[in-house]
């Protein structure tokens, strides 16, 4: 039985430092979710613990940590749904070549570049329980991966969503998401599979007949909650906990399957209907406790596992800059330059890889799946929410430094006037964004 | 015309060279070898009595041992005595840890005092098992007490 007093102390306390330095981050123009994720950190071994050992030790009792991770997975299941929610197919076929080339080498140039690190970080910081193959695939894709809710804020507070740099970053940003997910997906079932009783093929081929029930049979009866929401501009109590109940059928069964829920949850948000108004309306439904109550619980029980004392020395710091640096010249560097080939101008280039860059809120949760899975170490988990945590933080100053907004806006194009279905997913009036 | 060419040369250049170069790195990355695992919990075993009577060792008057690995390092904690730690490092089979012990009633164990550990990990067998000595630093005349621990929980990982 868990303690409630504790447990609601948990909670309280986690709210109201997110709350408090998500806002202190709105003042220097950074999106409330990078303080979020900051204050995460703050509540753990890194700063609490370190600072006021007693008051963490009281706090955070290690025997308590399975309710709040609980919780804090069911906040990130309908962060996953609504993110899901967000993509939409039709977006990304609409953008050509540039958008192509430049989604894809966004994510094979971190990808590569990542798995050439592993050689040197593999025997430093992993151990023979893990194969080098998982080991690298995860690093690929936990260094190609794009955080588009934050994009989307940081391009919607920058007025630059109808732009062509706009439109293209969360195109390539929802690419990169989708193939991010399932290069990750191969990656647990691949490991997974090593420890379970049944054949691999029978996961697969699960999976499989799962993903095309969903996409053919279900998606159908899905497009009933739009008909119903479009005649009566709303939907019911009762409709919306079916909704609910669907995702989280969806989570469990891919669970069952031996993959993980939270591609259940994605899958479901991905195959939902796209029309804008349903979207938002949707998104207005779920994301308020979502993003206001049970994230920063997922923050904080990231920041509880992150253990800064854990990179210990300068060998280990230097490891810490070289995925930065990695992380930063595949995903930054990469993008850039394939826009830049594909016939965009240098510096809207630059913005674009800058953009790209950002990994938020995304690359914790892979993060949260390669620590569960032990395929990556405490230690290099920790330096890898170091690289999250710098990436998403850099992405204001330097878009503001190479791409002023004077410039900006002067090349806004006429993609769209109107914002795209993805960027409405997680944008929270506040400005918050996941 | 030129443009859909243009644009396949850059796709091949820059999506399909670094594809390969992906599967080069994978063949490559096969013959590289890490650590030994000693990430998990261990059924600690040593003789109560000689451990009583060792300065500071009382504190590991306990049955399990925790161990944290991130490569060549590790972190060597009791359960339920979170104060217990020890950061160690792990070179070949050979584990070495520091524990600074929490303050207690113990008149012997001076403040500043660490408890050693020094304990070779046997890699073929299951479960895995370890071999060692914890002694006091500082104290040539306390005798090291001699102990085996046995992985009870090992690290589901993966891949292997």
Sequence with gaps: MPNLFLLVL?????????????????LIHQPRVVGEMFAGILLGPSFLGWMAPGVSAYLFPPNSLGFLNALSQVGVMIFMFLVGLGINPKELKSHGHAAVLTSHVSITAPFVLAAFLSLYLYPKLSDDSVAFSSFALFMGAAMSITAFPVLARILTERDLLGSRLGTIAIACAAVDDVTGWCILAYIVLLIRSAHSASPIWLTVGGLLGFALFMIYVVRLLLRRFQTIYERKGGLTENLLALMLLLVLSSALLTEWLGLHLLFGAFLMGAIMPKEAKFVRYIVDRFETIAITLLLPLFFAFTGLRTNFGLVNGPEMWMYTALIILVATAGKLGGSMIASWLAGMPLRESAGLGTLMNTRGLMELVILNIGLDIKVISPALFSMMVLMALFTTFMTTPVLEMICPDRILRARVANVSSHA?????????SDGSAA | MHSNRNFIVAYILLVGLPILGLVGILKTGRGKAAPISVDGTWTFQADPSRLAALPCG????????????????????????PKSTASGVLVGTTLKASLLPPSSDDTDCVHGRELAFLATVDPIAIPRSLTGTISLTDCPTCKPVEFRAFRRAPAARGGH
């Design chain 1, 420 to 428: 795209p279905v993805s960027t409405m997913a997680l944008e929270s």
């Design chain 2, 58 to 81: 009382k504190s590991l008057t306990t049955s399990d041992l925790a161990i944290s690995q991130s490569g060549g390092s590790f972190t060597l904690s009791v359960p339920n005595s």
């Design chain 1, 10 to 26: 948990q909670i309280a306390v986690v709210v109201a430092v997110c709350r408090i330095v998500g806002s202190l981050f709105r």
